[in-house]
Each structure stands twice: as C-alpha cells, then as structure tokens.
C-alpha cells in the first residue's frame, strides 16, 4: 500500500508513475470508504484526488502556499499532510474537521468555510512574498462554482495587475453545490470543449495569463501542467477539469446530492436509515411558497446558490420556472437583485445560510433599508442549535442585523408564526424583513398572529416578578426554565416570547414595570448587540433589573449545544438559579 | 436657450440635431457654472451630457427605466427631468441632493450613493417585469471604475444567463475615483483602440451581448447605438467611451483632482479662498504611513478606490511604491488581501470610508476575525461629524463592527493617541483592529498610551456621582457637558474616554460604582448596538443608573450637525439637563 509510506508531502517526491495511480485509488477506496460511515463531503473531494497529488509532487508545502477555496475539498490534502489514519480508520474519523485548520495542521493555511476568497488571501501573499523578498511559490485554489462569488472576480481583476509570480488553479467539475448558474459558464464550456481556446476568456480578459488542462484527474498531465505554471513571472491561471465525485457512480450522476452526504450503504448509495430525517422546516418553506406562487405570479423567490437550504430541490426548482433565480455563490446580487424586482412590483424573497448572508450587510443597508424596499429574507441556521462549525456560525447575524436602520428582524419560535412572518412580510409594501427560521418545528402555542407591522413581544404565560424574554429557538430553554422555576422555587415566571429581536415593544416592556423586578433576555446568540442590551438600555435609568443571558462574543467550534448551554449558563437549571439569585 | 424649454424628457422628442447640439452645450456651461460656486462632483457629469440626452431620447423614463450607478453623474440628467432650476439658478443650487433619490423626482428610482449595484437593480427590475408581463425596457447605467467591485461583476454573470431584453450601458471614461485598477482595465483599453473588436471579451465571457461606441459624446451616434440595443432580445453590454470632465481643461487634465470640487476660479480652476482648508488628518495619516514605511519593509498599505481618503494622493502614491495597493472599488478584495499578506508575515492596513467598509463584514469575520490575523483597517466618516449624505453615512459602522468577535474598535478622541493606535495595531500580531479616525484634529488631552492590546477606558478627569462615557469625535460634547455642569450646576463629573468600543474595560466598569450612581453614554452614532448598550448590560443587575444618549437607528439625511445634537438630545446642555434629572 503506498498510501501508508506517505507521512508528508515529501514522501512523495520519489514516486513513479504507478505509484502515483495505485496511491490516487487507494485514497480515492479510503475516501468513499469514510463517506459511507461518516457524513461530509463527497464530490468535491473524491474528484481533486489527482490535483492534490500533483500539487503536493511539484510545489513544496509548506514552503510553498497551497491556499484552497471554501476547504471542504482538502480531505485527500489532510490525507497527504499527515492525517492519513483520519481517513483509513474509523476511530480516528473524528481527529479532523471537515475545512483546513491552522491549528490542525501546519500544511493548513486559513480557517476557511466561506466562498471565494483563495485568490484574493492568494494575492496577498503573493504580495507579502514580494516586498520581504520571498521567492516561494503562492498557489490560491478556487472551483468553478466560486467563481461567482463577487470576491473572487475582484481577485482575479486585481491579480491580472500583477507583475510578480503568482498561480491559480481553477478546479473546473462543472458543478456548485448545485448547478453553476450564469452567463459565465457558457464560455467555461466552450473553453473545455476547445481544449482553452476558445475566445472571449473571462481569465484573459481580466489580465491573467491562461493555461488549459483537460485530464484534471491524470496525475501525469497535472504535474506538467503545473510544473509549466512554476515557470511564468507573473499571474497564470492553471484550468484543470476534473469529475466531482469520481469513483461512486451515483455521486458522479446525481451531483448536488453528493456534494456533501449523510453515511450511506455503498453498493446502493443509500442514505443508511439511522441518518434518515423526515420533512423539516426547509421542506415546508419550498412548498409553502410554491403554493403561494400558484395564486400570485407577483411572487419571485431568490437564492444564492444554496437551494437546498430552503428545500428547493430539482424538481421544485422545476416547479417554480422562471421565478426562481439562483445568482450562483453571489449573495449581494441576490439582495440587491430582490430590490429591483420589489421596487417594480414584485414579492420578493431571498434566501440563504445566516452565515453566508453576512456577505450582503451593504446591499441589506444601503439598497433595501434606505430605500425602504419591501423585500423579504430568509436564513436558516441563525441560531446556537444550527451549524456549529467556526466557519458558518449563524451566531453572530441578529446582531450584525441589529445594526441596519429600518430592517425588522423577525425571529419566529413556533411553525406556523414562522409562515404567517414569510406571508406577512411578503404582502407587505413597507420595509425590508429579515425572518430567522427556527431550527425546529415547534407547534404554536399561542393563537397565531397575522400582522407583525410593529413590534411584539408576546405573553405566552402571565406571572409576576420575573419575566423570561425567549425569542426563536431559545424558546424551549426559556419555557423549560419558566417551568422549573414554577416546580422547583415555587415562582411564577412570566414567559414573553419576542417576535422581534431589532426592535422594541415599549408597550410591552412599560406594563412590566408594575409586577416585575427582573427581565431575563435569553440570547439565541451574542449578548452583544442583542435584544437583551436594547432591553438594559430601555431600563437603564428605571429600577428593573436586567440579566442578558447569551454567548460572548468569540468564535465557537464543534461545540455540543447542551454542553455549550451549561457553560454559558444559559441552560434552564442555571436560568432558574440566575432568577433566584437574581430575585433577592 | 433649448434648455429652458426642456421640462421634461418629452420635450426632448422633437429637436433637430443641431438643437440636440445646442442643449449639450447650454448644460455643460451651466454645470460648470455651477460647479465654481458650489461643492460637487464635476468630471462625472460633464462626460455624460450627451449620453444623459441620447438616454431621454431614445427612452421613454419613467416607464423604461433608467438606473444610474453610484448617481453622482446624474446631475444632467436631473437637469432634464424638471430640476434645470436647481443648475442654472444660484438661489436654487440647494434644491436637490447630489444623487438620484425618489423624494426628488418620479425619474429617480433609487437612493444611491455606493458603487457597482445599477447591474442588479436592473436584473431585478427586468425578472419583475418578465413575471408581470410588462413590456417596458429597463437600462442600467454603470461607469467603468463601477466594474472592479464585485457585485456588479456578479451582476453582469447572472445577467449572460437572462433570456430577456437588459440594456447595461458601460460609461467607460477611462477613469475611477483616481485611476483605474485591475487586469481588467487593459483589456477595456484594447476594446477602445479596436472599437469593440478586441478578443478576450470579458463582457461577451459573462455571455452578454455586445455593442461598442467610440463617440461617446455625440448625441447623434449615442441614439443610433440605443435604438440598436433596443432591439436585442437579450442582455446587451453598450460599451461608450465619454471624456470625464469635458469642457474644463483642467478638469479633463488632472481627473482625479476633479472627480468632485470645491468651488473654483473658471479662469484658473483654482479653489476659491473660503473653500481652501488646510492639512487634516487624512494627509498626517499618509506622512506618518510613509515615514514608517521608510523604516520598515514590510508595510503594505491597502485601499479600495479611495487613495485621498487616507491623504494619498497620486505623489504619495508614487513614493510607497509597490508597498500601496489600490484594489479598484473592491473592499472584499481589499480585507481579504490584507489577511492574506498579514499571514505571510507583512504589516498590512486597509482603509475606505466607513460608509464602504459594510461592504467587508463578511471578510473582517471570516478572514481576520476566524484567523486572528493582524490586520489594521482604518476608516474615516464614522462618526455623526462626517458625510451627512444618507447613502453615506458611517454613523452605523460601530455598531456592525462590535458584533464581529475578535475584532477591536478603536475610537480615538485625540491626534497623538490616533497615531499611537495606528502604530499599535501595525506592530501587534494578536488580531485584526479596526481604528475610527477622528473627524478632527484634538490635542491630546492625556499622556499618550501606547498599549491597547487590553480594553481600557481612559479617566480624564475624576469626579463623583455621575461619569460621563464620550469616545472619538463625541469626546468634545462630552467634555463641554461636564465643564457646564461644574459651572451652571456645581456637579463635578467624571469625564471618561472609552479608547475601545468594542470591548468593556470591566476593572474601570467596577471601580465606578464606589463613587458614582449614573453612567452617561454618548455615542458618536446608532444606539442599538453601541458602547452604551454594553455598558448598560454590564450594569444591569447593579444599583447604576445608566443613560445612553445616541441616535436612533434609522437613516439621517443632509442634517446639521448642530441641530442634529439638539434634536437628540446629544448637545451639552441637554447632556448636563438630562445629568441634573438623572441624579434627583
């Protein structure tokens, strides 16, 4: 087994040709091998196999820079840097995250999680090189679906000024997480049906010198290939072709599925039942708007290249026709785009990750608030019980939101409030709306409001003095705590459930002032710029007492929520105590 | 005078060519008329005078319409939909606002004022008029230096994808804010020299149509080209070269000088007396750049299209070298960069407005919060004393910044202590820093620090009772509250200047309470998610009092600053009033 002599990269150096194939199956069996016990990636891993040989042959890491795009396509990277037993042994799965990590490995440049920033983190090291008189090579990793990503394009357009060496390699599999969408990949078509030369190339346009390889899963041709890139004094952009998901004949047929897969039985690709899950809120999204669209040709729903993340599958995608725009990994044309469509009269509706849409604070600002354009948004995974990687935490978007004028943000702890938040927001004409949508379907408890024009915070249970603020999915926690507290203490907690987290029911917290002492605002998230401190500054000249509990505002990762709550006492057993305490 | 019969883009219809001729005329002697008695932009708009005609003849605004970029050379085409009044009569001058704005006019369909957002908002608006059936052409406008941010190059990709009628029209005049930068900037001059014919078509690449026109100030070859693009089915790029600043010598000469001008001798184009202010911070900022450069190899400086910003004007330029970067108008690039540089071992500082800063939350997160990598990033205008436009206004910057983790903000009251900060951030390799350059030039008031590696709250001057919190360019207010209530009222305050607003000095936080039973809060911007808000949490179980005094978060337009403060109740007087009631 070759795949066992390689410690490093620099176990490479020496192998033959037949080496190098044996050691591409071999990874290519551990990798599908992982993937059927272990969810993460799939296809983008299983088709860089080859590059990630050829690049470890012809540069020397870490000496050289090898900076790749999102990372979710670096497990055949780890597999070479030394981290071979997390692939080939199942109680060693767990030793490494699914993106590079500095702190993992000194062949792992950047925490990275996010799209299309390898050519511009490229660039500047490229540029660092430079002026401290280094002579390494920098080699910036990018896939064709990144390419959509505004980021990257002004990469490439400030590389093509370049005058010093720097290498990019676009890893072309003619696929997003989804389909590629846009005017684009029409021309990358032609570029990989014409061998690079076809004319109009984007690469060339921007500046860049061009060089085309199209067997982007031989390791012969690719060490030539970059071996030729070694050799231009300033910036060449290296387009290889290879096949996400290479080697699982289902993976490479049914690509967006593949991307990323829960644990599946090989022979069949089925998901393996464990890993079953029922209809969730994401479903349930795609479906309700696509009855809505039924009754309204006014309707326009929008995403940026993560369909999936409201259950807009192929088929509903299909369903949807021409009202259902994906702008490819470009969150900023995807907001400012539902700005144009509301302001000539349609409905509206963007949606992504929270993580993903930090990358439009702008065009929620200064092209929807300012304008006050009725535009309505989405994100799933807001919320501590959401993705819990450091690199897509949703834990910080309330409170980033919190800071754009004129923007509601709604955050719905119950199914059907969560649908009558979308309906509202999308008949109304008189500002943008950002929805958070809960991580669970919980069953409403209170009859359902339809009109969420000014800010409510809602009486779930009437008590006296305390009242619990638990808005979203911290929901149940509060509740949990309203409950212990009437059981264990013998107090009678009021229980508010704020539908809004930007803005203030002065009616609300005015009424609290005569039977309580103390508010609590649980925090789906960072204290800071929460609901909970515009509440400590609503009462900072009164007598109430105000206790926030949330996350401080650091970077968590992999955490386990229930322990991640206990830690930041915001589990109803510290919540109870922190009342009592609190109360005396 | 054709002009005076001009109220509408109807009575454009019907004039002869040489009337057509006339008018150009009349409206480049009137804006520039204009232009020497009164602040504003200059180049933008006397290149398109005739591109604004031939659009008003050969469509039919306001049911075509018409979306401008950035809309700072929309001052021709205001002068042809009913606001001439406001160019050719001083008592006017002020009746409209620098950009286009719905309030002004049914012609204006949005408030504008960042760049690279006109391709979007005309994809939207053309999807919605595809759904709704309407038939109308829709015309976005973008100027060259537009095209390096990102989401116009993201909007030009989904746009190759539309299968409807999109006219985009490139005002190419050869010039950014200053120069152009990027790769793509070559090829824009090779489509030039070959009218249209260059390969490598990066507009074509983004599968758009094409179309080139040389004479871009003809009104006659303008219509001719427009009427072609009317009848395209799908997407088509117009590609005008205009002359930026024609008709003002000097203005065409020295470009970037003339982006936007105080008012100036027509004889000379020298700025009149009144209008002539001396060194500010800005130009310090560059000396004290370059100085340190001078010593240290290893400084990059990094902007994205606004050299003069931070002083750095075309010499100064020249004298850093390779070690300053211009990115075009790309602040994601610009971040990014930065990291990218900063992980390869160099001191790399960006700056922007702070107004354009938004545009980077994602990056600052991402990139230098995740990786702690030590970047500077140094803003101007974020603060309620700088630009008061509403498309414009860095009074929310603050706020989005303190929900980053890991990042500190950094809001200097005092000259010494900015540059003192300034040198800090460059030497620390702890984390990324983002710096709020003061809106004027203060004394230092205290021995300068020179460590602000911990969260620290500066005592001026100790009082008891009540301490007044006012950080950056609030610090004077704050300063004169507590002078005033000394004298009118014999209360001798605490006067604090909070160096950090991201991050609590909990140690000064603590010892206030011995002493003093009211915190006052002054914010140099929003309330939600400010300093105050912190300080009000941090306080929220204790006996303190605390008064955040801040404005609310909505938008603000062309205010005074001084009628501003009165309104908010931010002025000393209502500071010392709103003490005196505090502490009764």
């Known amino acids: 087994m070759v ?68 990372s979710h396509q670096t497990y055949p990277h780890k597999m070479l840097t030394g981290r071979r037993e997390a692939y080939m042994d199942p109680e060693h799965y767990d030793d490494v995250g699914p993106y590079t990590d500095p702190k993992e490995s000194p062949y792992d440049l950047y925490s990275i999680g996010h799209t299309s920033t390898s ?12 002026i401290l008189g280094g002579k390494e090579h920098v080699v910036g990793i990018i896939g064709d679906g990144s390419l959509s990503g505004g980021m990257a394009l002004e990469g490439l357009n400030v590389a093509g000024e370049m005058d010093s060496p720097l290498i990019l390699v676009l890893n072309d599999n003619d696929q997003s997480i989804a389909e590629n969408h846009g005017g684009m990949y029409k021309k990358l078509a032609e570029l990989r049906e014409t061998k690079g030369e076809a004319k109009d190339n984007i690469f060339r346009g921007m500046g860049l010198e061009y060089l085309y390889e199209g067997n982007g899963n031989d390791v012969e041709s690719l060490v030539r290939i970059f071996e030729k890139a070694k050799s231009f004094k300033r910036p060449v952009l290296v387009h290889i072709f290879t096949r996400k998901g290479m080697g699982l004949p289902y993976a490479e047929e049914h690509k967006e599925e593949w991307h990323w897969h829960m644990p599946f039985y090989r022979e069949t690709g089925k998901t393996r039942e464990e890993w079953e899950f029922g209809e ?22 929008i995403t940026a290249g993560v369909p999936g993340g409201m259950g807009f599958t192929a088929e509903k995608r299909r369903e949807a026709g021409e009202r259902f725009i994906d702008t490819g990994i470009a969150e900023q044309s995807g907001v400012t785009l539902a700005c144009g469509a509301a302001k000539r009269g349609a409905k509206a509706l963007f949606f992504t990750s929270a993580t993903f849409l930090q990358r439009a604070y702008d065009q929620i600002s200064h092209d929807a608030g300012i304008n006050s354009l009725p535009i309505t948004i989405v994100v799933n995974s807001a919320s501590l019980f959401g993705m819990s990687d450091k690199t897509h935490l949703g834990l910080y978007l309330s409170s980033m939101a919190n800071s754009i004028p004129n923007l509601f943000v709604l955050a719905p702890a119950f199914k059907e409030e969560y649908f009558a938040m979308l309906d509202y927001s999308m008949e109304q004409r008189e500002r943008p709306m950002l929805i958070l949508a809960p991580s ?32 979203g999915s911290i929901y149940g926690e509060g509740k949990a705590a309203v409950e212990l507290l009437q059981e264990k203490y013998g107090i009678t907690a009021t229980l508010i459930e704020p539908t809004i987290l930007s803005h203030l029911d002065e009616e609300c917290l005015q009424t609290l002032k005569k039977e309580h002492k103390l508010v609590v605002v649980l925090e789906d998230g960072i204290l800071d710029g929460g609901l909970g401190e515009k509440i400590a500054r609503y009462y900072g000249m009164d007598e109430m007492k105000v206790l926030c509990l949330g996350l401080n505002k650091e970077f968590y990762d992999e955490y386990d929520v229930t322990e991640l709550l206990k830690e930041q006492k915001m589990d109803r057993e510290s919540i109870a105590e922190a009342v009592v305490k609190g109360l005396q």
Chains 1, 2 share one sequence.
């Open 440 to 471: 669970d379907v919980v069953e409403d408890e209170l009859p359902v409001e339809k009109d969420f024009g000014k800010p409510a915070f809602r009486t779930v249970k009437a008590g006296k003095d305390v009242a619990i603020f638990a808005p």
């Open 119 to 130: 050519v511009d983190l490229a660039i500047g090291m490229a540029k660092a090189r430079d």
């Open 280 to 301: 969730d809120l994401s479903d349930r999204t795609a479906d309700f708007l696509l009855r809505k669209m039924k009754k309204d040709p006014s309707i326009l729903v």
């Open 3 to 70: 795949l066992e002599r390689i410690n490093g990269p620099e176990d490479l150096k020496g192998l033959t040709k037949e080496e190098r194939d044996t050691l591409a199956r071999e990874m290519r069996e551990n990798l599908i091998q992982r993937a059927s016990l272990h969810m993460g990636h799939v296809g983008p891993d299983l088709g860089f196999v080859e590059a990630t040989i050829a690049l470890h042959t012809v540069f020397d890491a870490p000496n050289d820079h090898l900076i790749f795009d999102v």
